[in-house]
Nanobody, 125 residues
Framework: QVQLVESGGGLVQAGGSLRLSCAAS????????MGWFRQAPGKEREFVAY????????YYADSVKGRFTISRDNAKNTLSLQMNSLKPEDTAVYYC??????????????????WGQGTQVTVSS
């Protein structure tokens, strides 16, 4: 089991920045690729960003590319998402998720084994 706890959400004006964190405990953090997903009211949960177990490979959704940066610190068992130039359409609950490292990249929610409880991000116009 991997336990994931997100933090860092909040209310920010359009154009502002937030940094989300995800603290992992339980099994060895470096055995997992990690992803960030988000879910807006009335919409399906969608992929935001991915980082491989070593931190050497990242992928982003087109909607956040160039504005968001995913990173991890395996020594501290933490995952981060730096969000800049935020837009009202970024408003959602943000989740971190873990996928076993023996598998390749995926942006499907069903391919991730462990999830945090989510943190709310609200961007006002």
């Amino acid at each position: 089991q991997v336990q994931l706890v997100e933090s860092g959400g909040g209310l920010v004006q359009a154009g502002g920045s937030l940094r989300l964190s995800c603290a992992a405990s339980g099994r060895t953090f470096s055995n997992y690729h990690m992803g960030w997903f988000r879910q807006a009211p009335g919409k399906e949960r969608e992929f935001v960003a991915y980082i491989n177990w070593r931190g050497s490979v990242t992928y982003y959704a087109d909607s956040v590319k160039g504005r968001f940066t995913i990173s991890r610190d395996n020594a501290k068992n933490t995952l981060s998402l730096q969000m800049n130039s935020l837009k009202p359409e970024d408003t959602a609950v943000y989740y971190c998720a873990a996928r076993a490292s023996r598998y390749s990249f995926s942006d499907y929610t069903a391919d991730y084994d462990y999830w945090g409880q989510g943190t709310q991000v609200t961007v006002s116009s």
